[in-house]
């Protein structure tokens, strides 16, 4: 199993900035992507983006350039660097990490695939983030 828990979130202004942490605990040497997604109340969730093993991110479209995911892998700790925030960016966030058998962990580190495909098998509880104008 694999234990996440985010923290960081905050009460900011518009235009300010926050990072969020995301420090992960467990049988994370069994884990290739990481990634943070958001929900919004009464919306369905959506991607921020993800990062594999090797540093490599897959972001988002929309939040390219305000938004920047990275990992210490000695920490096993996931980051969201958030700038330029918008009062529509007030919303819960979520660090999620995928769980690959031995055979699916040597086949990845193997063909080192993008992280899209992979789904996430474990999720933190979440962290709030409030922007007002």
């Known amino acids: 199993q694999v234990h996440l828990a985010e923290s960081g979130g905050d009460s900011v202004q518009a235009g300010g900035s926050l990072r969020l942490s995301c420090a992960a605990s467990g049988d994370t040497h069994m884990t290739y992507c990481m990634g943070w997604f958001l929900q919004a109340p009464g919306k369905e969730g959506e991607e921020v983006g993800r990062?594999?093993?090797?540093?490599?991110?897959s972001d988002a479209e929309p939040l390219k350039g305000r938004f920047t995911i990275s990992k210490d892998n000695a920490e096993n700790t996931l980051y969201l660097q958030m700038n330029d925030l918008k009062p529509e960016d007030t919303v819960m966030y979520y660090c999620a990490a995928d769980y690959l058998t031995p055979d699916l962990w040597l086949d990845a580190r193997a063909r080192r695939p993008r992280c899209g495909n992979f789904a996430m098998d474990y999720w933190g509880k979440g962290t709030l983030v409030s922007i007002s104008s």
């Open positions: 990062i594999d093993i090797w540093g490599r991110t």
